[in-house]
C-alpha cells in the first residue's frame, strides 16, 4: 500500500458505514486504506467516539485522515474524536461535508492518486455541487 491519505466512514449504523466502506474498495481498490465505523456502545444506531478514534488509528497515514459522516451526531462525535487525538495528528485530520457514499468514493479516488488532504477534502465536498 502507498502512503495516501486515508477514509474512515462514520455512520449512526454499523450496515451502512461498513458498505459505503466496501463500495469504496470495489471501486477505487486497496491502495487507499479505509476504515468503517457505526453504532452505540449498546449495539444501537448511534456513534462513539472511541470507536472513532480507534477508526481513525486504524488507517492512519502521516499524509492525513479524511472523515465522512452521515448525520449531525456522527460529525459532533467525528470532532470531540479530533479534539482528543489533538496536537500535530490532529491537524492531519479533515471532516469532509460531503454525502457518505458519494463523498468517500471521491475522496479516495483523489486519495489514490496521491493528493493532499485539502484536494481530497475539496474533491470530496464538490461533489454536493
Do not use: Y
Amino acid at each position: 500500500m502507498t502512503d495516501t491519505v486515508s477514509i474512515v466512514i462514520v455512520s449512526h449504523s454499523p450496515e451502512v458505514a461498513s458498505g459505503a466502506a466496501d463500495m469504496v474498495r470495489q471501486m477505487v481498490g486497496e491502495e487507499v486504506r479505509v476504515a468503517a465505523c457505526g453504532g452505540n456502545p449498546e449495539g444501537g444506531l448511534g456513534t462513539d467516539v472511541g470507536k472513532i478514534m480507534e477508526a481513525i488509528e486504524s488507517v492512519w497515514s502521516e499524509k492525513g485522515v479524511a472523515i465522512l459522516v452521515d448525520l449531525g451526531g456522527a460529525e459532533t462525535n467525528s470532532e470531540m474524536a479530533i479534539e482528543m487525538i489533538g496536537g500535530a495528528r490532529a491537524e492531519k485530520i479533515a471532516l469532509c461535508n460531503a454525502p457518505i457514499v458519494e463523498g468517500a468514493v471521491m475522496a479516495a479516488t483523489e486519495a489514490a492518486g496521491g493528493s493532499d488532504l485539502q484536494t481530497v477534502k475539496a474533491t470530496a465536498e464538490d461533489f454536493q455541487s
